[in-house]
């Protein structure tokens, strides 16, 4: 406790008084149809923000160094993509804002990638519809130097130009509040999501996962006296932050990099507060009402990303207490992303989809915003301590205080714990190994899956016939664990559906059985 409150003293003044910031045009350049759904046709609009700040904004370094227009403010510009119903009183109310990765929209990949084809950050079409099925406003806003926003810049003592990054934060906080709240921008341009919006949802994968957690702990999630987001959905972030309060040279973004096997001391990512109680403690302490928030982890973010810090802090093994607006899931097997091949690494990657979750949650995190709905208690992966092994990135010498853990593992090597699809339920390998090499970044991060063998080999584990009497067995079993995760809140029904589907399909002894003549 006594370190919560120390880091949430240090950030008090950084949040203070109402943002004095605005979006000054919205404007629009393509306006494309984007398909029809359960509720009702969407579009896809595509065009940029163009917003200015009060140069001593506080908590955004050098900004009152930065090039000034004719009115003594500094402006920025970024891209912005809409996803939005056609007719405007349609739809479930809910604005969800994702962060983009490195410039690479994550929304839809998130959210609507079909089973066994997952889809790749960056990929904006339709894939299941479920969002848009659902009824969500979705907005793509880009923030990052160097991917889609245009910061603002000064020359320091040396004549170097550099870039103010932190207006990053600022970007994604004025756009969100803008289109969830009003009626026009200061050209008088009319917002299209005006009067629709009824409660705002933030949504960032991994490096945007971490801008997420900073994004709160600097207090940006308040603007004009009002809160930005109402929930955040924080996916595989391990226990770090986004180091862009600063001022870069370019022509990439301080966001880029991360600790890795290659370079573990890479700084500036576990430099502040490690758990997810410590930053909700400084919103708190600035008198912000926090949002609901849920974050879910993989379990390869144990082994490569240090995931065991955001539960335990930079001390000991415990635990440490989640706030009340606060759920954590880990999904166990899981890999930080999921591809189809990784060429480079060593063993076959990661297969689990969990995508289903994703849904899952949103629909549960909406819920928990909207109506107070009781989301499903935190759920995690027991953890053992890892010192020592080389197949896990070890604390950075600046904790020495840290102890890294992973996942338990059962007898087949499968983790135990945790929120369990019917894929680890009743598995027909080991999910969530550590690839090779993890020198290699991604390969560190896609798993690695080990298929279980059909039939039964000497000194091997177990086979698939010795653990499944008949393919029917098999799909019984699916069909168990399908029911206890949607009963859970982690499945949704439509995708219970699919997986059985899928397992009953899937001719796990091999051959395809006999089949019926066409009639």
Wanted: glycine share 12%; with cysteine; proline share 8%.
């Amino acid at each position: 406790m006594p370190r919560i409150l120390h880091a949430a003293a240090l950030l008090l003044a950084l949040g203070a008084g109402a943002a004095e910031a605005r979006v000054v045009r919205l404007e629009i350049a393509s306006k494309q149809p984007y398909g029809t759904f359960a509720a009702g046709a969407y579009a896809r609009w595509e065009g940029r923000v163009v917003g200015d700040l009060a140069p001593g904004e506080a908590g955004i370094p050098d900004l009152d160094r930065a090039t000034r227009n004719a009115a003594g403010r500094v402006e920025y510009a970024a891209r912005v993509i809409l996803f939005l119903p056609v007719d405007a009183a349609a739809g479930n109310g809910a604005l969800l804002v994702d962060v983009p990765n490195r410039g690479k929209a994550y929304a839809h990949a998130l959210y609507n990638s079909p089973r066994a084809l997952p889809m790749a950050s960056g990929n904006l079409d339709a894939g299941t519809g479920f969002l848009e099925d659902r009824g969500y406003r979705v907005a793509e806003v880009y923030w990052e130097l160097g991917q889609g926003a245009d910061l603002p810049s000064f020359t320091d003592g040396e004549g170097q130009r550099r870039f103010v990054e932190g207006v990053g934060f600022a970007i994604v906080r004025d756009t969100a509040d803008f289109l969830a709240h009003a009626a026009a921008d200061a050209a008088g341009t009319p917002n299209p999501l005006a009067g629709s919006v009824s409660r705002t949802l933030a949504t960032g994968k991994s490096q945007d996962g971490r801008f997420l957690k900073t994004f709160l702990l600097h207090g940006f999630n308040r603007a004009d006296g009002r809160r930005v987001f109402d929930g955040m959905h924080v996916f595989v972030s391990g226990a770090g932050l986004l180091p862009i309060l600063r001022s870069g040279i370019g022509p990439g973004s301080s966001a880029d990099g991360a600790p890795n096997f290659a370079d573990p001391e890479f700084p500036g990512v576990h430099d502040g507060p490690l758990t997810i109680g410590a930053i909700v403690a400084a919103a708190e302490a600035r008198g912000e009402v926090a949002p609901k928030a849920m974050l879910l982890n993989s379990t390869t973010d144990y082994a490569s990303l240090r995931a065991s810090l955001g539960r335990t802090g930079a001390t000991g093994t415990e635990d440490l207490a989640l706030p009340a607006n606060v759920r954590m899931y880990d999904v166990a097997g899981a890999s930080h992303v999921t591809v189809v091949r990784a060429e480079a690494c060593s063993l076959p990657p990661g297969r689990l989809d969990w995508a289903p979750v994703a849904r899952a949650t949103l629909q549960r995190l909406d819920g928990w915003v909207a109506q107070n709905l009781a989301p499903p208690e935190t759920r995690l992966m027991p953890l053992v301590p890892a010192t020592g092994d080389a197949s896990v990135l070890q604390a950075p010498r600046t904790l020495q205080g840290a102890v890294v853990q992973v996942p338990r593992r059962d007898a087949d090597g499968n983790p135990v714990g945790g929120v369990r699809l019917p894929d680890i339920a009743a598995p027909l390998g080991v999910h969530g190994l550590q690839n090779a090499p993890l020198s290699t970044f991604t390969c560190s991060l896609v798993g690695a899956y080990r298929p279980f063998p059909r039939r039964a080999t000497e000194g091997g584990p177990p086979s698939l016939a010795e653990r499944y009497r008949s393919q029917a067995d098999y799909v019984n079993r699916v069909r168990e664990a399908a029911r206890e995760a949607e009963a859970q809140g982690f499945l949704l029904r439509e995708d219970a559906a699919v997986i059985v589907d899928a397992a009953t399909a899937d001719p796990i002894f091999g051959g395809t059985g006999p089949t019926a003549a066409p009639r």
